[in-house]
């Protein structure tokens, strides 16, 4: 069974407390963020995140009106030294799989090592690649970090 993450995405328009709205809402039902991405373009901005409790959080923001797009992700644990992404990237690179996209989580594993969340094109393939390569994955474990 494939270890997956499940990132929140919203679009918002890019105005000044539009976030802070967002973060207000999911902060008054006790929502935790652990990770998130913000990518803008003039006028809309694309928040990807994941919080502690994915499903409360659909439930909350589709509540308050908002578009929200599930997906799967996947969370892995690197090491903390120059050049460590490689034990990720290299594996994925060489099976095919496209990063799509990355970023940090904000707390730390058990073994305090770094861990990224990562946007693939091929999910379970990513899982089973990165598994066959010794990177240790994360599944809804992850929330309670």
């Known amino acids: 069974m494939a270890m997956f993450v499940k990132q929140i995405s919203v679009s918002l328009d890019n105005n000044p407390g539009t976030f802070l709205t967002v973060s207000d809402c999911l902060g008054a039902e006790g929502i935790n963020i652990r990770a998130i991405s913000v990518a803008d373009t003039s006028d809309v901005s694309t928040v990807r995140f994941v919080a502690d409790d994915p499903q409360k959080t659909v439930t909350v923001l589709n509540s ?21 992404l490689q034990a990720v990237l290299k594996p994925l690179n060489e099976a095919g799989i496209n990063v799509l996209y990355l970023y940090p989580y904000l707390g730390r594993s058990k073994s305090s090592q770094p861990i990224v969340i990562i946007g693939v094109d091929k999910g379970t393939e990513a899982i089973d690649v990165l598994k066959q390569n010794w990177v240790h994955t994360f599944g809804e474990e992850i929330y309670a970090l």
Request: charged share 35%.
């Open 64 to 84: 308050k009106g908002y578009s929200v797009r599930e997906k799967d992700v996947v969370a892995v644990e690197i090491p903390d030294h120059p050049g460590a």
